[in-house]
Nanobody, 119 residues
Framework: QVQLVESGGGLVQPGGSLTLSCAASGNIWNTNTMGWYRQAPGKQRDMVAVIFNEGGSSYADSAKGRFTISRDIAKKTLYLQMNNLTPEDSAVYYC?????????????WGQGTQVTVSS
């Protein structure tokens, strides 16, 4: 069974940094686009950053210059380095990926990790 498990969330002060990780497990044959989304209370889930198989990436305007998405294909792990955090970054952060298993290609989501930016 394919799973995505996020970690690294927590409480951080404004201006601080956090690195989120997303570990993929299960019988994964290939990975394609992967990304991070976030959802604050009462708001829709929005894209934060995505990374493409060929290595390119794309960021939400709010993340540009502060967040960096990366992946370790060998470790099947996706990362999100977040710097200069503000209270507006507080949300549940979700990892997602287009993965191939023996059952074919599908989009998977993690359970989310809470990021709270507060003094």
């Amino acid at each position: 069974q394919v799973q995505l498990v996020e970690s690294g969330g927590g409480l951080v002060q404004p201006g601080g940094s956090l690195t989120l990780s997303c570990a993929a497990s299960g019988n994964i044959w290939n990975t394609n686009t992967m990304g991070w989304y976030r959802q604050a209370p009462g708001k829709q889930r929005d894209m934060v950053a995505v990374i493409f198989n060929e290595g390119g990436s794309s960021y939400a305007d709010s993340a540009k210059g502060r967040f960096t998405i990366s992946r370790d294909i060998a470790k099947k792990t996706l990362y999100l380095q977040m710097n200069n955090l503000t209270p507006e970054d507080s949300a549940v952060y979700y990892c997602t990926g287009n993965l191939q298993s023996p059952r074919g290609w599908a989009t998977y989501w993690g359970q989310g990790t809470q990021v709270t930016v507060s003094s």
